[in-house]
């Protein structure tokens, strides 16, 4: 491989946090397995102060504030070279506000990889604001690490999840998830849900008979079309289509239980184009027991 500057890193938020550590770890097991640097990054927010605090005073806060964000950045370091030893490590702290740091960030990022929460936010919260916002507009990849409650460490065995649900955004989700099963060397899982439980109900209130065999044949023909050319390209990849009649999210968790990764595209087919996230992919980001990766066309 040719190694240039311009050779896109894999990402990482550090703000101090114990699921960014997670998250840290995480990320440098990826640069690794994906022959790239490992970007460590923090955006040093300086907190509104108020009438109450001198002009004179914002400098001195600030200055600590950044000598704190340096020493979040020595300690993640400290714990990617412990992931892997063969890690090449950047670092860099940029004063602003987080997300949007982050955001800016993705745009010349290989992915971008968070805790699923923070220092900030209440206990009990799922997913933290920054996590939140730059997976709904972040540029490249986002992937939120987490574990069985959101600020446990991911599993590190099982397959891979994707969610196919036909569309273009999709199809960027299956072309990720098809390489991240070839890194990790594991099976991959390709799940279909194909129906709202809502609309089966309100279909079997009007007068006309629906043939759900039918229908489930035509899902499973339409889900072996979608990934056949995948398999092509990918033919070490063990892949396990499934079609299951469920609401997304549910379908979605029961056959991810036991994964080490599932990934969604940002956007389903059903969502206004305005939207950041789809609904499928912000409950899983709520809900999943391990990491989720977000995806979008590039
Ligand atoms: N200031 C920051 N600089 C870099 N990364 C950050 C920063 N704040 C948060 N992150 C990243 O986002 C993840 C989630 O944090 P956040 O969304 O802020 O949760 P919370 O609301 O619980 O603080 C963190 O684990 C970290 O990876
Ligand atoms: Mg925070």
Redesign the pocket.
């Known amino acids: 491989m040719v190694e240039t500057k311009a050779r896109q890193a894999v990402v990482?938020?550090?703000?101090g946090?114990e699921?960014?550590l997670h998250?840290t770890r995480w990320a440098a097991r990826e640069a690794v397995r994906r022959h790239v640097p490992l970007h460590l990054?923090?955006?040093c927010?300086l907190p509104a102060l108020g009438p109450h605090v001198a002009g004179s005073a914002e400098a001195g806060i600030l200055e600590a504030l950044i000598e704190q964000g340096h020493r979040w950045l020595r300690q993640a370091r400290a714990e990617a070279w412990e992931a892997d030893g063969g890690v090449e490590l950047q670092t860099e702290l940029r004063v602003g506000p987080?997300a949007g740091e982050?955001i800016d960030e993705s745009a010349h990022a290989l992915m971008v990889v968070?805790?699923?929460?923070?220092?900030?936010?209440f206990r009990g919260?799922l997913v933290?604001?920054?996590?939140s916002a730059v997976a709904a507009h972040g540029h490249s990849p986002v992937v939120v690490v987490r574990g069985r409650m959101p600020a446990d460490p991911p599993p590190e065995s099982g397959p891979v999840v994707v969610g196919v649900d036909g569309s273009e955004v999709s199809e960027a989700a299956v072309a990720f998830a098809f390489e991240e099963a070839a890194l990790r060397a594991v099976p991959l899982v390709a799940v279909h849900t194909w129906v709202d439980v809502s609309v089966a109900e309100t279909w079997s209130a009007l007068p006309f008979d629906v043939d759900w065999e039918a229908v489930e044949q035509d899902e499973r023909r339409l889900l072996a079309e979608r990934m056949a050319g995948w398999r092509e390209k990918y033919p070490d990849v063990e892949v396990r289509q499934e079609v299951v009649r469920d609401r997304p999210v549910r379908g979605l968790l029961a056959r991810a239980e036991g994964a080490q990764l599932i990934v969604v595209g940002s956007r389903g087919r059903h969502v206004l184009s305005g939207m950041g996230l789809g609904s499928t992919s912000q409950a899983l980001l709520h809900h999943s027991e391990c990491p989720v990766a977000v995806v979008r066309p590039s």
């Open positions: 990482v938020g550090v703000d946090s699921p960014a998250a990054f923090n955006a927010v987080a982050l968070l805790g699923s929460r923070g220092l900030g936010g919260m933290g604001s920054v996590s």
